[in-house]
């Protein structure tokens, strides 16, 4: 879980390290085994600076692809495809973003885009939503979700939007960033290990305009240990959730211990959320010391709900799927995703799918050869359906962070598109960020 807004990077470092490809036991696939990549776009050459927490969105009535991220120029970057990720108009800023940090996209049903991300403005840190209305190419309104406590905490904003328009968007506070400590990470970014934090949500019924005052989706406010809720809306317009929870070893400090990811539900808007259930305790648990969102939820065509998530031992890092078929009543045994344990990030995400599939990626430097970004498709029937597939043809420098976030989205069963960051030639001493689609045949 990082937090960009700080800026901090170790981008000096070994050049020679980054580009060697060495083989690793289990080496993924370039291509085939059921994935055709297609051209892959550097796509922020035209808004550059230091780039990461790549997110996206898709609007499948007309191949368009969106990918937001936080960098050109201390801004928040905007690419759009309207070919299904082949290729990308050139990128700009966002207006209002200066300073901004983790961007979320989201397109509505009536082809609205969404661009969500977190400022700091006298002295309050919270999210802010810029709204588009010809697909991109401006944004005519501003929405601040102006929080009632000053020099408050916030972090991590989530978005999701219901068949009805109606938007929800989850993010981390706290009413005192001064209990919040802050560590940076060599060769990550930074993260917290206490605080009062909190998982929180707020939604409009107009389109973003307004919002509602904030709920809390995390049990024991304004010191509940959670963080990063990633959210999904059933066709029913029931809210998933799926947070980072950390347990509180020191009630004076607010210290965090081992956390779990744990899955709550709401019938009612937000406005009460069923009692969190720990997705497979038994995999592992999370450390504070992840500087990567560490979580993410998808939602299949027959609302069958999946979560992947990584877990940590001093030795070793380890991605997980778990998969409910009960509304997230109960889940699974959590399924490796990832073929290694490395003790490296393994940055989770996964999307649903036709009924009873889901598609899992991740961006992790498993490799010594660096970063980059995989794909595997799954099935409640029958497992895994292959080995992972490496989508990413170049290695970015392991000690250059490619963001604590990448994108993942379907325009089809099978056409993806993934957009990620990396840190390749010539711009080996920071992230780029890349985008390329992909056809899955099964």
């Known amino acids: 879980m990082i937090r960009t807004v700080w800026r901090l990077r170790t981008a000096v470092a070994s050049f020679v390290a980054a580009f060697v490809i060495a083989a690793a036991a289990a080496e993924p696939a370039l291509a085939g085994s059921g994935y055709t990549v297609g051209p892959i776009s550097d796509i922020s050459t035209a808004c550059p600076g230091v780039s990461g927490d790549i997110e996206q969105a898709v609007d499948p009535r007309g191949d368009d692809v ?165 959210i999904v809306v059933a066709p029913n317009g029931t809210l998933d959730v799926l947070y980072q929870g950390y347990s509180i070893t020191n009630p004076a400090t607010l210290t965090f211990g081992p956390g779990y990811a744990y899955f709550t539900r709401s019938s009612d808007g937000g406005t009460t959320w069923s009692p969190p259930v720990a997705v497979d305790p038994s995999a592992g648990t999370e450390t504070p010391d992840e500087w990567w969102n560490d979580g993410s939820i998808g939602i299949d065509t027959a609302g069958n709900l999946y979560a992947v998530w990584d877990t940590q031992t001093s ?30 990030p393994h940055n989770m995400e996964v999307i649903g799918g036709p009924a009873g599939t889901a598609y899992v990626g991740w961006v992790s430097d498993d490799n ?31 000690s250059v962070a490619p963001g604590d976030t990448f994108g993942l989205s379907a325009l089809s069963p099978t056409q993806l598109v993934l957009s990620w960051g990396s840190a390749v030639p010539p711009h080996r001493w920071y992230e780029s960020v890349f985008a390329a689609p992909v056809t899955v045949s099964f």
């Open 66 to 230: 969106y990918v937001a991220w936080e960098g050109c120029s201390d801004q928040i970057g905007f690419a759009v495809s309207t070919d299904g990720g082949s290729t990308f108009a050139p990128a700009s800023a966002i207006p209002g973003s200066y300073g901004a940090w983790d961007p979320m996209v989201a397109v509505g049903p009536g082809g609205t885009v969404y661009v969500l991300f977190m400022v700091t403005r006298y002295t309050r840190s919270f999210p802010v939503l810029a709204i588009s209305h010809d697909h991109g190419e401006t944004f005519s309104h501003e929405t601040w979700l102006w929080p009632p406590v000053a020099n408050n905490w916030g972090d991590e904003p989530y978005m999701a939007i219901a068949p009805d328009g109606k938007i929800y968007v989850t993010w981390d506070e706290g009413p005192s960033a001064s209990e919040v400590t802050i560590v940076c990470a060599k060769g990550g970014s930074c993260y917290f290990t206490a605080g009062d934090v909190n998982a929180v949500i707020q939604s409009s019924t107009d389109g973003g305009l307004t919002f509602g005052p904030i709920s809390y989706i995390s049990p024991g406010y304004p010191a509940s240990g959670a963080d990063a809720a990633p």
């Open 368 to 398: 010594p050869a660096g970063y980059a970004a995989y794909l595997r498709l799954f099935s409640i029937a029958s497992g895994w359906l292959s080995p992972p597939a490496q989508i990413s043809t170049q290695y970015g420098d392991p």
């Open 315 to 344: 030795t070793t890092d380890t991605g997980w799927l778990s998969y409910s078929t009960d509304g997230g009543a109960s889940w699974s045994p959590a399924l490796q995703g990832p073929t290694d344990d490395e003790p490296v």
